[in-house]
């Protein structure tokens, strides 16, 4: 990925610690974390200094390392970080892997790895798909939230189809949902103004009109946490983008990478919705918008059912979101 035209990931290790791209800050300032201490990571985790759910998981894997450095029992690290964000799956899986690891910076590392060569996988099978939606000359793309390379270590998911596609000479447009409260929309309208893709911000309720208008060739999005039956568990207002997308019949897609994946749910409303601060529905850039004594509420996760999506993009395939689907290209998770 490139900030401000060098070639960088949003982790990178540094010693016995990491340099994160401070999320933050971004886009007013680029700005990079080093993250020295078990409570580093956990804070940058809670806080959304890291987010997306594979960067999630790879910096808890890194602060796994850091606390058994520090002396820190597995167990007690594992408690900590596991805490800090309970939607993304990515996360648990990232600490059970941890578990079993024998040289903990090795394996931090080799997860790290492994995720920019899922991204990397995504974006070749999601191409075809943007390929396909330049029916007029331009894919018009929507995306919800940030789940590009900011979300991850590398080329992102549900924006690596985009990336290889731009690089691939397609002509794309990227409709970016802003995403309030937390605006990932900017960090999405950031990264791609890195990589010189064609973007506009519009506000989160602009996506049905626009798509009925027949502005939208294409749905993309991320997911934190997606069940084995196929419901996508992602940033809240992916299912309203979801509904409209399949009232306007336009193509709704989930990256999907498989740590993403949980093999243990069938039914994504049992999929725990972090629930985050009111104040970050009631201040805007530090202003308070809504007035104190008017209760606010900020469910941060939703579900999308599988009826309302069309296909999910893994690192092996796009597969239909079914249990069938997603059985035949992970068939070592089959029951
Ligand atoms: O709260 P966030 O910013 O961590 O939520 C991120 C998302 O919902 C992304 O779409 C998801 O993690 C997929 S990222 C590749």
Not at 115 to 143: F, M, Q, S, W, Y
Not at 250 to 263: E, K, L, M, R, T
Not at 290 to 316: Q, S
Request: hydrophobic share 45%; net charge negative; glycine share 10%.
């Amino acid at each position: 990925m490139k900030v401000e035209g060098a070639w960088r990931r949003t982790i990178e290790r540094d010693g016995h610690a990491v340099r994160v791209l401070d999320q933050a800050k971004l886009p007013y300032a680029v700005e990079w974390l080093r993250l020295v201490t078990l409570a580093d990571c956990a804070r940058a985790i809670r806080d959304m200094h890291v987010r997306g759910a594979p960067l999630i998981g790879v910096t808890a894997a890194y602060g796994v390392a850091i606390a058994l450095a520090e002396g820190t029992p597995l167990d007690e690290a594992i408690r900590l970080l596991a805490a800090t964000r309970p939607t993304a799956i990515n996360l648990r899986w990232a600490l059970e892997r941890m578990r079993g690891a024998n040289d903990a910076f090795a394996e931090a590392d080799r997860i790290a790895e492994e995720d920019v060569a899922l991204c990397g996988a995504i974006g070749e099978h999601g191409l075809p798909l943007v390929k396909g939606a330049a029916k007029t000359g331009r894919a018009r793309v929507l995306t919800h939230c940030n789940a590009g390379w900011l979300a991850t270590v590398d080329w992102g998911t549900a924006l690596a189809p985009i990336y290889k596609a731009h690089e691939a000479g397609v002509d794309v447009h990227v409709w970016v949902d802003e995403t309030r409260p937390r605006n990932q929309g900017l960090l999405t309208a950031w990264e791609l103004a890195q990589h010189g893709v064609p973007h506009t911000v519009i506000a989160d309720n602009a996506g049905g009109h626009l798509m009925q208008k027949g502005e939208v060739d294409l749905c993309l999005v991320g997911t934190d946490r997606t069940t084995r039956s196929g419901d996508v568990c992602n940033k809240i207002g992916t299912y309203l983008k979801a509904l409209a997308a399949h009232d306007n019949g336009v193509p709704f897609y989930a990256a999907v990478p498989s740590p993403s994946i949980d093999w243990t749910l069938d039914d994504g409303a049992a999929i725990p919705i972090e629930e985050r601060s009111g104040d970050e529905v009631r201040f805007i850039a530090g202003r308070e918008v809504v007035p104190p004594g008017i209760p606010v509420a900020n469910p941060a996760f939703d579900v999308t059912p599988r009826r309302l999506v069309t296909g999910l993009v893994t690192e092996r395939g796009v597969a239909p979101a079914t249990a069938d689907g997603l059985r035949v290209l992970f068939p070592e998770h089959a029951r």
